[in-house]
């Protein structure tokens, strides 16, 4: 058996254009046009506001293979920021067992609604 090795890393905006291409990839994941420049601008705006923490993930010649972007809000039925959220398509199934082999539990009785504005 072949052990990896992984680090996990909070990222700066000196890694935005290297998460850039990760996030586009992303976008395009959920069926999204590629755009480079979209992406490696929306990163480094996120992390120079406060509004998001990324961590970036890596192992051997891979320094940044993988990423999370973690954005703070609030719980309004309890009052307080307390508990995070992650959200993936139905169909990545990769995604969704990483979660459940953490412990994250899918939240059943929740519709989450959006509204393009």
Same mark, same amino acid.
Request: hydrophobic share 45%; proline share 5%; charged share 30%.
């Given at each position: 058996?072949?052990?990896v090795?992984?680090?996990v890393r909070r990222a700066t905006v000196d890694d935005a254009d290297t998460i850039g291409v990760l996030f586009d990839e992303y976008r395009q994941f959920y069926e999204q046009q590629p755009?480079?420049?979209l992406a490696t601008d929306f990163?480094?705006?996120r992390l120079q506001r406060?509004?998001?923490i990324v961590l970036v993930a890596g192992s051997g010649d891979h320094a940044m293979s993988g990423f999370r972007q973690l954005y703070p809000t609030f719980c309004s039925v309890a !009052?307080? /920021?307390a508990r995070m959220d992650l959200q993936t398509a139905r169909t990545n199934a990769p !995604?969704? /067992?990483q979660c459940e082999s953490l412990g994250w539990e899918l939240d059943t009785t929740l519709d989450t609604y959006h509204l393009r504005i």
């Open positions: 058996m072949i052990m090795t992984v680090s755009d480079r420049t990163i480094p705006e406060g509004e998001s !009052a307080k /920021a !995604a969704r /067992a």
